[in-house]
T-cell receptor, first 112, second 116 residues
Framework: DAKTTQPPSMDCAEGRAANLPCNHS???????VYWYRQIHSQGPQYIIH???NNETNEMASLIITEDRKSSTLILPHATLRDTAVYYC?????????????FGQGTTLQVKP | GAGVSQSPRYKVAKRGQDVALRCDPI?????LFWYQQALGQGPEFLTY????????KSGLPSDRFFAERPEGSVSTLKIQRTQQEDSAVYLC??????????????FGPGTRLTVL
């Protein structure tokens, strides 16, 4: 079973920031938080990952709470092409083979 | 191309037929994963290779599913005696590093298998 909880769906206006929450209250100390997204009829695409600190790249920012029990993915200026299912995944502990355990994800609909 | 490729993109099989799905990972990638994605669900892990070694096959649903990566590059997922419940998109992913080290997985477009 997935170790994360996400809202099933969210809407966002084009050009506005999209903030996608994720709860991972059972995360262990050596596990990372990963975000992937899946645009319709495509394979999942890596977005960002982090352990403790907040992270930013050209696609998004990842904010992890101090207790690491939750995180938020931020798309600063959402476009219509950001409409996708977003998956928050916890993994890569030392005993893990690297497999990703996907949950149901959040379907983000960006509207004009 | 520079990405992960999969073939065929679509496969229709009659129940009871055997099918073989191919994955070409990114050149030089050590790790290769297979996932199964049912309609409306997130992908589910099937099996993992580190080079040619199959280190984790805990997700294979039955002994009808078999995967190989004999030379540590191209991989084939074979399903014998297909059943209707095998209908799904089969995704392949590769990553540069070995297991246990945080790394990005690059996914192919998937093969959509429909069993009639």
């Amino acid at each position: 079973d997935a170790k994360t909880t996400q809202p099933p769906s969210m809407d966002c206006a084009e050009g506005r920031a999209a903030n996608l929450p994720c709860n991972h209250s059972t995360i262990s100390g050596n596990e990372y938080v990963y975000w992937y997204r899946q645009i319709h009829s495509q394979g999942p695409q890596y977005i960002i990952h982090g352990l403790k600190n907040n992270e930013t790249n050209e696609m998004a920012s990842l904010i992890i709470t101090e207790d690491r029990k939750s995180s938020t993915l931020i798309l600063p200026h959402a476009t219509l092409r950001d409409t996708a299912v977003y998956y928050c995944i916890v993994g890569y502990g030392s005993s893990n083979t690297g497999k990703l355990i996907f949950g149901q994800g959040t379907t983000l609909q960006v509207k004009p | 191309g520079a990405g992960v490729s999969q073939s065929p993109r679509y496969k229709v099989a009659k129940r009871g037929q055997d099918v073989a799905l191919r994955c070409d990972p990114i050149s030089g990638h050590v790790s290769l994963f297979w996932y199964q994605q049912a309609l409306g669900q997130g992908p589910e892990f099937l099996t993992y290779f580190q080079n040619e070694a199959q280190l984790d096959k805990s997700g294979l649903p039955s002994d009808r599913f078999f995967a190989e990566r004999p030379e540590g590059s191209v991989s084939t997922l074979k399903i014998q005696r297909t059943q209707q419940e095998d209908s799904a998109v089969y995704l392949c992913a590769s990553s540069f590093l070995q297991a246990g080290i945080p790394d990005t997985q690059y996914f192919g477009p998937g093969t959509r298998l429909t069993v009639l």
